[in-house]
């Protein structure tokens, strides 16, 4: 495989939203993931991913604790395929969407529980397991979230033909 020079390496490549437009789509999720800090838009809920399989084998065969890497995901960019719009795949990440949503709604539904019930949980817990999901879904995208064999799971699991 031939190494890219800067401007092609970088030129492959999308942004991932870690909450996508579809999690914000209910005024209430979206409400509550506001008052949490988390917009749709913003930043934090960003990563640019690249699109190029080539890119993400070179990735691959460097030291998860070498610079470059280091750099890249410091610098806001994940190691991992994004195949968002790939409908073979399935497209815009649904599974990882839906995933998502059933967990926060059945976290606010319990945040809106009886504090006498037990499987109520506080509006602390239900920040911090909204945050702690959202990592979780960031560490897939920067490539911290590795299968049996060692490989980054990514936002759609892995593929043998991109790794």
Known sequence: MARMSGPQFFGEFESEHLYSKKVFESPKRSQV?????????????????????????QLASIPDDHPFK???????????LHRGGDTNVGGFQEGKTQFQI??????????????????????????????????FTDDLAI?????????????????KDFL
């Open 143 to 159: 490539g911290r979230i590795k299968g049996a064999t060692g490989v980054p799971l990514g936002v759609l699991g892995t593929d």
């Open 33 to 57: 993931l506001n008052k949490f800090g988390l917009t749709r838009d913003m930043m934090g809920n960003r990563r640019s991913l690249f699109t190029s399989a080539d890119i993400i084998n």
């Open 70 to 80: 280091t750099t890249l995901i410091e610098s806001g960019w994940g190691t991992v």
């Open 102 to 135: 059933e967990l926060i709604d059945s976290w606010i539904a319990r945040s809106e529980l009886s504090s006498a019930d037990p499987l109520y949980i506080s509006q602390d817990g239900l920040k911090y397991a909204i945050i702690d999901l959202h990592k």
